[in-house]
């Protein structure tokens, strides 16, 4: 293991030194890691069991700046690893950066099990939502599986990603609400206006409107704040 810039590590893996089955399939080369985590020896373990799957360069970030940092010197490595929680900024918004700079890859490896959170990293790009919780062979089988170009969800948050986001209206009745409409409703929640929420997502103040009639005809209501609550009793939004 060699030190090299901003304080973290980048871990080598010799290309000889792995049998070819533990080469993820159907990569024959080593693949490269990045790996962001607060917790060193989270860290430490997670880059370990890489390794043992066949990376053959791991470089780690402990925030959100180092991590950009780390992306900027190295270009897209061929998958990244990150956790939500991190202390100078949003996993989420790591995640898009990430994608929208070319990155394949991103499995979240994180605490919560909160259904807005497993919305809105698969939303923002990632591939694999894993809990820290979890099994030595479920983190095993999710990378796995995002390697081979495949997407992955830890069992116990699979159930939040079948449920879609529906949210009950006044009725009771179920109703579907499409990825812009639940942008909206969050930024409801947040306490924004119409104008605030265009400009926010690039949209005229008519078409937030428009969204805002549209989710209060399929949830039953055209009361802001009675929206907000049924999306947030769904998960949907927090």
Known sequence: MAAVGLG????????????????????????????????PLLREAIAARLQ??????????????????????????????????????????????????GWPR??????????????????????AYLLKSASPMVVTDGVRRVLDGGVYADPSVAPVLAAGTRVPGTDNTPRELSAREVEVLQLVADGRSNKEIGEALNLSALTVKSHLSRIGRKLGTGDRAQMVALAMRAGVIR
């Open 52 to 101: 043992q799957m066949g990376a053959g360069t791991v470089h780690e970030a402990a925030s959100v700046a180092e991590a950009r940092a780390r992306a900027l010197a190295t270009g897209p490595c061929d998958l990244a690893i990150l956790d939500l929680g991190l202390p100078d900024g949003s996993g989420i918004d790591l995640v898009t950066e990430l994608r929208a700079q």
């Open 8 to 39: 973290q590590a980048v871990r080598t893996t010799p290309a000889g030194s792995l049998p070819a089955n533990m080469v993820p399939h159907p990569r024959e080369e080593l693949f490269s890691v990045l790996v962001v985590d607060d917790h």
């Open 106 to 127: 991103i499995v979240v490896l994180a605490s919560s099990d909160d259904p807005y959170a497993v919305r809105a990293a698969f939303q923002a790009g990632a591939q």
